[in-house]
């Protein structure tokens, strides 16, 4: 798995080729068949790993902050600092690089818990109501690490937004909540009418 990490992120992650990982670890292709029976037999071992990685990572920060603010804050970090770490692997983790590649039932079911580890965190703030919520946190997240990954590899220019972000979501959430609960309910307004 190591070697296989390498060469992607010596050659690009579609650059990968059985014959340089074999090469790495001092073995014929043939012989890597007996660990891996394709090449995305090992992506998909690499998609598990990461997952993992992801779900340590996540858990080594676990202790969450008190406000609501700064727990969104708090998530915004983790996925940028995972992200940025290792732009193969989050290549592989979040975006469709590979052709043909699909992660299997056990590897995506890892993605599926870092998921859930989020919508978790998220929930506790009490300010994500609906999918769509989740998907403008994630929009915004992985906009930053696409802009840190694509435009200033290695540097920190787009994590000093990462606040400024989070912070702007978060009034956006609280405002769009607050709307909610001033608006009488569909039922109110009904029986009202009636």
Do not use: H
């Amino acid at each position: 798995m190591a070697a296989a990490w390498e060469v992607a992120r010596d050659k690009g992650l579609a650059g990968l080729s059985l014959s340089d990982v074999a090469a790495r670890v001092g073995m014929q292709v043939p012989s890597l068949y007996s660990y891996f029976a394709s090449k995305n037999d090992i992506y998909d071992a690499m998609f598990a790993q990461g997952n993992d990685q992801f779900l340590q990572f996540i858990r080594d920060r676990a202790v969450l902050p008190r406000s609501a603010r700064e727990r969104l804050r708090a998530g915004f970090w983790v996925t940028f600092d995972f992200c940025t770490a290792d732009p193969v692997r989050y290549q592989l983790l979040f975006q469709r690089t590979i052709p043909g590649f699909t992660p299997s039932p056990a590897s995506y079911a890892k993605a599926l818990e870092v998921l859930d580890l989020f919508r978790q965190g998220l929930a506790s703030t009490g300010l994500v109501s609906e999918p769509a919520d989740q998907d403008l946190l994630t929009a915004l997240s992985i906009g930053l690490v696409d802009q840190q990954i694509s435009n200033d590899p290695g540097g920190r220019r787009w994590a000093s937004l990462v606040d400024d972000v989070a912070d702007m979501a978060y009034d956006y959430l609280l405002k769009k909540r607050r709307r909610a609960r001033a608006r009488p309910s569909t039922r109110s307004r009904n029986k009202e009418a009636q």
